[in-house]
């Protein structure tokens, strides 16, 4: 849903001239249907009003992206992937909430073929399925419970701070129920450790909760995964300038470890940044 490994912002704003107060108003947003307004103004589901639009109101920047302006995004994201897939090429992936498609063709770049996308927005099917990737349009609960088939990995990049915490117990399950035995689950979300944590905790309306972690950790035990790491999603060194940033970077993160030192007498971890990345396996025993 969000973008993975930062926010792209909400466009670019004016104020727009009328005889009252000045608002804001997206360059991006497109003139609102009936519907729509019905949704705003509580005739509706907030969740429904917001995914049918979210592409143009949360990352109009989507909307004209191009490969290229991609590349280096990718690349950050296959290197920190490294080491977490499935050593097959022909293994069976899921990507729930796959948006514009970023991480099926980051996966596709490593060689990966066997690949599907679930995503309840129609702005984001159409952007995916317009970089040739196979897509479905489906809620991700009723897909995982309608699929008949067990993948090796399910992918589930800025969607889990979606859900409320029963609904996230039950998406865990229905994805540990979607995993063959061994299988594995790489996720992304914000995390609460992080000095900016709400930033992203608030950056998007249909955000319901944020991990620290710790709290990661246990909720994905709680739901029966094993073998769990945890991830910074830290500047990606491509150039000089972001080798300068990825020293200030360690500076930072240092200063943190420092005040949680202080504060608590541990490092809580050691990961500051905006988002994390987690890996876990479904426990074949179970």
């Known amino acids: 849903m969000s973008v993975p490994g930062g926010t792209q912002g909400f466009g670019c704003w004016r104020a727009a001239k009328q005889t009252g107060p000045q608002r804001l108003v997206?360059?991006?947003?497109?003139?609102?249907?009936?519907?729509?307004?019905?949704?705003?103004?509580?005739?509706?589901?907030?969740?429904?009003?917001?995914?049918?639009r979210y592409v143009e109101i949360q990352v109009p920047g989507w909307l004209h992206f191009s490969e290229a302006s991609k590349l280096v995004e990718r690349r950050g994201l296959v290197s920190r992937l490294q080491g977490w897939l499935p050593a097959c090429s022909s293994a069976r992936c899921l990507d729930l909430g796959c948006g514009a498609g970023d991480q099926m063709v980051a996966l596709r770049s490593m060689g990966y073929h066997n690949l599907i996308g679930v995503d309840r927005g129609p702005q984001q099917i159409a952007l995916a399925e317009k970089r040739g990737l196979r897509v479905v349009k489906a809620d991700l609960r009723d897909y995982l419970r309608g699929c008949d088939q067990a993948f090796d990995a399910i992918f589930a990049f800025d969607i889990i701070e979606h859900f409320a915490k029963d609904e996230v117990l039950e998406l865990l399950g229905l994805i540990w129920d979607g995993l063959k035995p061994g299988g594995i689950l790489v996720l992304q979300t914000p995390n609460a450790l992080s000095p900016w944590a709400a930033h992203y905790r608030y950056a998007d309306l249909t955000h319901e909760l944020i991990f620290s972690p710790e709290c990661m950790a246990s909720t994905l035990r709680l739901t029966g995964f094993g073998e769990i790491g945890i991830s910074e999603v830290g500047p990606f060194i491509h150039g000089i300038r972001s080798a300068g940033r990825w020293a200030l970077w360690q500076l930072i993160r240092a200063g943190c470890a420092l005040w949680n030192l202080a504060e608590t007498g541990s490092a809580n971890g050691g990961v500051y940044s905006r988002n994390m990345l987690v890996r876990a396996v479904k426990d074949r025993a179970l």
């Open 26 to 52: 997206s360059k991006n947003a497109m003139k609102p249907t009936e519907e729509d307004v019905n949704a705003y103004r509580g005739r509706g589901s907030y969740r429904e009003a917001v995914y049918a």
